[in-house]
């Protein structure tokens, strides 16, 4: 009765089966479950231990060898059959036994509540003594959210693995933040509004993302976020200029930097927005997120949209990786199977930079969390390009 899933029985309750039910009533009033259990027990083994003496006595008299014969034969026989066989048993197969026994347990109660009454008045009073709760003021802890990782990790075959990946992902959205995987502002696709109209254009027929920032001038300078296929549908129709597109534009939608994930979900489900421009304290840009970033974080990569997609990482026929300086850190340590340090710089290259304490040259070498890092481009003073021989499996 002590060693059933309580979950699991919880279950079989909740679809309708009658000795589950009848479980879950005895182990809510753990005393008196206590108490009819042992009653019998030590009724059973107490008259076993006398019938066995009178047995001894009468066959070889009453002396202390009869006695001792009587005292080990009674404890072989309790031990063995009943007390460790039917525990083993009864452990090992709880959730089959316990709806059956509940049935048998449940009269046994109802016809010994007299004595279990009884009983129990010296078990209450001890424990008042002793300063104690009772099984009736001890509330059940919720699990946290270690334990249900621990379940998780436990599950084995009863989950599949793809779905035990998702649910754990789940659970570590509230330690990432969107700095962790937002478009870096050097990356993002947005379109100038100062530029000619033919460049504009041309940018949105290319363009293969559905949603791009716009910008005046200097990319902190946001006008607003302008969907891709309403921009091309109003070309058609009239002549592409500055304010026709501002006409089509919607107000943007800023992060503060720093938010956890899965409060961000939230926010963009409340919002009902699916892009965001993540800002600093200052108001400075600082990059893209977009819903799709976030689901990816929980379900994995979706299938590449571009008919080019860009990797960050090339692998080279000596083992090593030749990296771009922008790739993430969280991404490379996915996907390259590394152990880069994810409590500070974002990217490689701000790995980089903190490590180095200088600005960096190309063919400097260093170790990264015991890996060799070999700087091999150097662009605008911000690495571009590094070798990575990640260790041997």
Same mark, same amino acid.
């Given at each position: 009765?002590?060693?059933?899933?309580?979950?699991?029985?919880?279950?079989?309750?909740?679809?309708?089966?009658?000795?589950?039910?009848?479980?879950?009533?005895?182990?809510?009033?753990?005393?008196?479950?206590?108490?009819?259990?042992?009653?019998?027990?030590?009724?059973?083994?107490?008259?076993?231990?006398?019938?066995?003496?009178?047995?001894?006595?009468?066959?070889?008299?009453?002396?202390?060898?009869?006695?001792?014969?009587?005292?080990?034969?009674?404890?072989?026989?309790?031990?063995?059959?009943?007390?460790?066989?039917?525990?083993?048993?009864?452990?090992?197969?709880?959730?089959?036994?316990?709806?059956?026994?509940?049935?048998?347990?449940?009269?046994?109660?109802?016809?010994?509540?007299?004595?279990?009454?009884?009983?129990?008045?010296?078990?209450?009073?001890?424990?008042?003594?002793?300063?104690?709760?009772?099984?009736?003021?001890?509330?059940?802890?919720?699990?946290?959210?270690?334990?249900?990782?621990?379940?998780?990790?436990?599950?084995?075959?009863?989950?599949?693995?793809?779905?035990?990946?998702?649910?754990?992902?789940?659970?570590?959205?509230?330690?990432?933040?969107?700095?962790?995987?937002?478009?870096?502002?050097?990356?993002?696709?947005?379109?100038?509004?100062?530029?000619?109209?033919?460049?504009?254009?041309?940018?949105?027929?290319?363009?293969?993302?559905?949603?791009?920032?716009?910008?005046?001038?200097?990319?902190?300078?946001?006008?607003? %976020?302008?969907?891709?296929?309403?921009?091309?549908?109003?070309?058609?129709?009239?002549?592409?200029?500055?304010?026709?597109?501002?006409?089509?534009?919607?107000?943007?939608?800023?992060?503060?930097?720093?938010?956890?994930?899965?409060?961000?979900?939230?926010?963009?489900?409340?919002?009902?927005?699916?892009?965001?421009?993540?800002?600093?304290?200052?108001?400075?840009?600082?990059?893209? %997120?977009?819903?799709?970033?976030?689901?990816?974080?929980?379900?994995?990569?979706?299938?590449?949209?571009?008919?080019?997609?860009?990797?960050?990482?090339?692998?080279?026929?000596?083992?090593?990786?030749?990296?771009?300086?922008?790739?993430?850190?969280?991404?490379?340590?996915?996907?390259?199977?590394?152990?880069? *340090?994810?409590?500070? *710089?974002?990217?490689?290259?701000?790995?980089?930079?903190?490590?180095?304490?200088?600005?960096?040259?190309?063919?400097?070498?260093?170790? %990264?969390?015991?890996?060799?890092?070999?700087?091999?481009?150097?662009?605008?003073?911000?690495?571009?390009?590094?070798? %990575?021989?990640?260790?041997?499996?």
């Amino acid at each position: 009765m002590m060693a059933v899933n309580r979950y699991r029985l919880r279950h079989l309750a909740q679809t309708g089966h009658r000795g589950a039910r009848l479980a879950e009533w005895l182990l809510a009033q753990t005393d008196r479950l206590l108490s009819v259990i042992l009653l019998g027990n030590n009724l059973v083994n107490a008259a076993a231990a006398a019938l066995v003496t009178v047995i001894a006595f009468r066959l070889f008299g009453q002396n202390e060898v009869a006695l001792s014969l009587a005292t080990l034969t009674v404890t072989f026989l309790i031990l063995v059959f009943a007390e460790v066989t039917p525990k083993v048993i009864g452990a090992t197969y709880a959730e089959r036994i316990v709806p059956v026994v509940s049935y048998v347990l449940a009269v046994l109660l109802k016809l010994t509540s007299p004595a279990i009454w009884f009983i129990n008045l010296f078990v209450r009073a001890q424990i008042r003594l002793l300063h104690l709760k009772s099984t009736k003021d001890v509330v059940a802890e919720p699990m946290g959210v270690e334990e249900l990782r621990t379940l998780l990790a436990e599950s084995g075959s009863f989950l599949p693995t793809a779905h035990r990946g998702i649910l754990t992902n789940l659970f570590e959205l509230e330690k990432i933040t969107v700095d962790d995987v937002m478009c870096p502002r050097g990356h993002i696709e947005a379109i100038d509004l100062e530029a000619e109209a033919e460049e504009i254009r041309q940018q949105l027929i290319t363009s293969h993302h559905d949603r791009l920032p716009v910008y005046s001038g200097e990319l902190n300078n946001i006008q607003g %976020i302008v969907e891709v296929r309403r921009a091309l549908a109003r070309i058609q129709e009239e002549e592409l200029d500055r304010h026709t597109l501002r006409e089509v534009l919607r107000a943007p939608y800023y992060v503060p930097a720093g938010t956890p994930l899965l409060t961000q979900l939230s926010h963009f489900q409340t919002n009902r927005q699916s892009l965001g421009l993540v800002v600093d304290e200052y108001g400075d840009l600082l990059g893209l %997120i977009t819903v799709d970033d976030i689901l990816e974080e929980i379900v994995g990569e979706f299938a590449a949209m571009t008919p080019l997609p860009v990797t960050l990482w090339q692998p080279q026929a000596d083992g090593s990786y030749l990296v771009e300086g922008s790739a993430s850190l969280r991404e490379l340590n996915r996907k390259l199977n590394l152990d880069l *340090p994810l409590d500070g *710089p974002r990217t490689l290259n701000g790995l980089i930079l903190e490590h180095l304490e200088a600005i960096p040259e190309a063919g400097v070498s260093l170790k %990264i969390a015991g890996l060799p890092v070999e700087i091999v481009q150097v662009q605008d003073r911000m690495v571009k390009t590094v070798r %990575i021989t990640p260790r041997p499996a």
